[in-house]
């Protein structure tokens, strides 16, 4: 299986800051890669597909970039609404595998 | 507007089977890939398998020898059957759709709500 690994596990940040998460595939999944958002209690959404695509209807504050192994999601300025676990999934191969989800806090 | 909506039994005893279907609703449903995946109470998401637009299943070699995926395209419904049931069960199960924009390379954009299944004596 590929193993997906996210860093920081949890980070906390003032609002309006830059946010970044990194995931990292123990081998390469060229760009398919994906990040979901989960907020408390709720199902996760879909906020970006081919690492760098945003689905339907999300705001343009968050961005993929990456390709190969290393992956990243950006918050360009973190409101309240993006409190939220962060994770990323490759559907390169089969299991298709999660990262380990990052906690996004207000500081 | 797309939309996944969920039900099944949310309390088990051990051993028994899980079984959850998830009807879609929006849109056409062939063409797409059908996903289950689950999340322990507090922990990450598990990718459980899918049956994609070929009418091929895939599953989680983890779970194989439990699980049973099928689909049901007059009634535009997907079901998950996860036999012999322990407490690592214990789970919201979600449902979503798997977008094949790249041939096997689909992603997922839509997600039911989850159902809590919770497998205790």
């Known amino acids: 299986d590929i193993q997906m690994t996210q860093s920081p596990s949890s980070l906390s940040a003032s609002v309006g800051d830059r946010v970044t998460i990194t995931c990292r595939a123990s081998q390469g999944i060229s760009n398919y890669l994906a990040w979901f958002q989960q907020k408390p209690g709720k199902a996760p959404k879909s906020l970006i597909y081919g690492a760098s695509s945003l689905q339907s209807g999300v705001p343009s504050k968050f961005s993929g970039s990456g390709s190969g192994t290393d992956f990243t999601l950006t918050i360009s300025s973190l409101q309240s609404e993006d409190v939220a676990a962060y994770y990323c999934q490759q559907y390169y191969d089969y299991p298709r595998t999660f990262g380990q989800g990052t906690k996004v806090e207000i500081k | 507007q797309v939309q996944l909506q969920q039900w099944g039994a949310g309390l088990l005893q051990p051993s028994e089977t899980l079984s959850l279907t998830c009807a879609v609703y929006g849109e056409s449903f062939s063409g797409w890939n059908w996903v289950w995946i689950r999340q322990p109470p507090g922990k990450g998401l598990e990718w459980i398998g899918e049956f994609n637009h070929r009418g091929s299943t895939h599953y989680n070699p983890s779970l194989e020898s439990r699980v049973t995926m099928s689909v049901d395209t007059s009634k535009n419904q997907f079901s998950l059957k996860l036999s012999s049931v322990t407490a690592a069960d214990t789970a919201i199960y979600y449902c979503?759709?798997?977008?094949?924009?790249?041939?096997?390379?689909?992603?997922?954009?839509?997600w039911g709500q989850g159902t809590l299944v919770t497998v205790s004596s």
């Open positions: 979503a759709r798997g977008f094949p924009r790249r041939g096997v390379y689909s992603e997922i954009d839509y």
